[in-house]
């Protein structure tokens, strides 16, 4: 995105990786010593309920480890049928922003609530740790690659928390409510950080880690519009798109370069209409990109989107108006067109392909008598200009095979034009390929080791500019508490 230069570098604290291991220091032997039933050697009796609240966190992780974690009925779900399997993927359905998926139950695990109260209330308590190595042929900075953009780094890129209550979309006979608030502390606030929400400590210092609240708002659902009607209003994901901020949300580790310098967050009000199973429409006004509403940046901006998937489930259309107004220039005030399309190919092997075009009015020229924004490029406009319209646009593939439950591969293949250097700080023509495994460990632990080559068409533009090239190779570990 804006964000060009690379965070200064400290150690990392080494205490936040370990507190994720801190119930498997909880011996299961600790558990309830009460006897189960007698029953036949062929059919084991389940484990007691453990005693204390880390035995119960404890015995989550081992019953999902293991395999032996009591299984239910999936519960019912209202529409078309999901068309992958999650795990190993992010989701069982073609995703769309802004809104939960209409009609679709909650089947998340939650080890840290399950150890609370059973898991048993609507309200939930949950997260993940995610630290990340990569090792680079640059020396310092990777870039416009994200979410690694430090170069040959051990480092947390996120410690998140989420509090929320999920509305019930499935029924259709009463209203309901939900919210969401979310904690991330990591190197990966920069790509989340909206001006006004801390942006401090982005834009004034340029810390290697920092804190955002990137999420918090209202669901509410109101059942007897079209097939339901979820309406957000708060700070939430800019809707377009195959990837997410979250980690967990994504195909791989590392991020494409388009969604590397398209909009983050948007704070506003969307509503979300399932007009049929099939049809699905999403309105919305917001106060731009990345920008919180009091913050002189801020500009009132319309989103439009339509979602269309077919009868068979095999193919999703996605197509958004995002951030609309007279694109004047400002903090990230970026005009997005964008689409994806997802295709199912068989149950083993899916594609999920998006393009946008984005550009912004009135950029100050490089070299001129207009400052940039805080943290912002200037356009490489033409001789004599000091402002000018910067345009680029992007497309992206991934490819996926599921090879079963607990392990996939995505091969994903990008391009970029940053027609006026506005978005990376270099004119130049950008594509990345990266070949990624993830292996699922239970539901809670993810694997994500990857292979990246990126290449700059029109001139030296990693490493800060020292190479045309760039060779990574990187892993996160995601583990969900």
Not at 118 to 133: C, D, I, N, V
Not at 410 to 427: A, C, E, I, P, V
Request: aromatic share 14%.
């Amino acid at each position: 995105m804006k964000r060009t230069t690379s965070p200064r570098p400290h150690l990392l604290t080494l205490l936040l990786l370990a507190l994720p291991l801190l119930p498997l220091t909880i011996p299961l032997a600790a558990q309830s010593t009460s006897q189960a039933p007698p029953q036949a050697p062929a059919q084991p009796p389940p484990a007691p309920p453990a005693a204390t609240f880390f035995g119960r966190w404890a015995q989550f992780y081992h019953q999902d480890w293991t395999g032996t974690a009591p299984s239910s009925p999936a519960p019912p779900r209202r529409g078309l049928p999901s068309p992958l399997d999650s795990p190993p993927f992010p989701a069982s359905d073609w995703s769309y922003g802004g809104s939960p998926v209409l009609g679709e139950p909650d089947t998340q695990s939650y080890p840290l609530m399950t150890a609370i109260n059973g898991a048993r209330s609507r309200t939930k308590l949950y997260g993940w740790f995610e630290p990340t190595l990569n090792f680079s042929t640059s020396a310092h900075s990777n870039f416009p690659v994200a979410n690694d953009a430090t170069a040959n780094r051990l480092e947390l890129n996120q410690f998140v928390v989420y509090a929320e209550r999920l509305p019930d979309t499935v029924q259709r006979d009463h209203f309901d409510w939900g919210f969401h608030l979310t904690s991330l502390f990591g190197t990966d606030y920069r790509f989340t950080t909206g001006k006004g929400y801390f942006s401090n400590q982005l834009l004034d210092h340029n810390r290697s880690y920092g804190f955002d609240p990137a999420l918090e708002y209202l669901d509410l659902y109101v059942p007897k519009v079209g097939q339901g009607m979820n309406i957000r209003i708060g700070r939430y994901i800019s809707i377009p798109g195959i990837e997410a901020q979250l980690a967990p949300n994504n195909y791989t580790f590392s991020h494409s370069l388009l969604y590397s310098i398209d909009p983050f967050t948007d704070t506003g009000i969307l509503a979300t209409i399932k007009l049929t199973d099939q049809w699905l429409i999403q309105l919305g006004l917001s106060g731009g990109h990345d920008v919180a509403p009091w913050v002189e940046d801020a500009k009132p901006s319309g989103t439009a989107c339509i979602n269309y998937t077919t009868h068979s489930v095999n193919d999703n259309v996605y197509v958004c108006a995002n951030g609309i107004n007279t694109a004047k220039y400002a903090y990230n005030n970026i005009q997005q067109y964008d689409a994806t399309w997802y295709h199912k190919f068989s149950k083993s092997w899916h594609s999920a392909t998006e393009a946008w075009f984005m550009y912004e009015r009135g950029v100050p020229a490089v070299g001129g008598t207009i400052a940039p924004e805080n943290n912002a490029n200037g356009a490489f406009c033409h001789p004599g200009l000091a402002r000018c319209t910067a345009p680029e646009y992007s497309a992206v593939n991934f490819l996926q095979y599921e090879r079963n439950a607990h392990n996939f591969f995505s091969l994903r293949t990008d391009f970029l034009n940053d027609k006026k250097g506005q978005r990376t700080g270099y004119q130049t023509r950008y594509s990345e390929e990266t070949l990624s495994w993830t292996h699922w460990i239970g539901t809670t632990v993810q694997i994500r080791p990857e292979m990246r080559f990126d290449h700059a068409w029109d001139r030296p533009s990693y490493g800060n500019g020292d190479h045309q090239n760039q060779f990574t190779i990187a892993t996160d570990v995601i583990y969900h508490f």
